[in-house]
Structure formats: C-alpha cells, structure tokens
C-alpha cells in the first residue's frame, strides 16, 4: 500500500511563504500525475496543482504565480511553494496521485496552512 506523508505547513503571516513536502512510499512516484488539495474547515477537498510525469505544471484559477509545484523524482518527493499567502489560503494540504481525476492512493494526514496576523 503506498503511503504518503506531508509536512511543513505552520502559521504564517498574510504576504510570507511556506514550502509543503509530500513523501511518497519508494517506486510508487513514477509515471503518476501528482496533485496538491486543500480542505478549508468545513468545505470540500479541492486540487489546487497538477505535476504531470514529464513535469508539466497546471494550476487552479488564480494561484499560478503565487504557487509553484514540483517535484524530485529520485527522492519520491512532491513540493508546494507557496508565496504572497492570503487568509484564503488557509486549510489543510495533502498530495495524492491521479490529479485531477480521483486521487488513487488512500489519503495522508496532510498539512495544516493557517495564514494569519
């Protein structure tokens, strides 16, 4: 069963930056399209970035230019970069595979984001 563990999220102020690292089980990276999700407290889990296995990155709505996805496929690691944070951006981060279809793999605990002054 793969496994995936995110990290690096925290409380961070509106405008700051954070960068989430998503480890996945070793061998089972390759040849899937990774995705970023956030669940805000009481809505829906939502993808937010899309890595294809070529490295083509694809965003949602507005978050291209204040988000970066990508990834090292020799250390099986996905990662968000997250810049010029909003309050909106507040929510718990988990990667999966599959994006943007239906996630493939069971979910991890993820990340908790919280921007805020």
């Known amino acids: 069963q793969v496994h995936v563990v995110e990290s690096g999220g925290g409380l961070v102020q509106p405008g700051g930056s954070l960068r989430l690292s998503c480890e996945v089980s070793?061998?089972?990276?390759?040849?899937?399209?990774m995705g970023w999700y956030r669940q805000p407290s009481g809505k829906q889990r939502e993808v937010v970035a899309v890595?294809?296995?070529?490295?083509?990155?694809n965003y949602v709505g507005t978050l291209e230019g204040r988000f970066t996805i990508s990834k090292d496929n020799v250390k099986n690691t996905l990662y968000l970069q997250m810049d010029s944070l909003t309050p909106e951006d507040t929510a718990v981060y988990y990667c999966?595979?599959?994006?943007?279809?239906?996630?493939?793999?069971?979910w991890g605990q993820g990340t908790q984001v919280t921007v805020s002054s």
């Open positions: 999966n595979a599959g994006a943007p279809g239906p996630a493939l793999w069971p």
């Open positions: 890595i294809t296995p070529s490295g083509t990155a």
């Open positions: 070793e061998g089972a990276f390759m040849g899937f399209s």
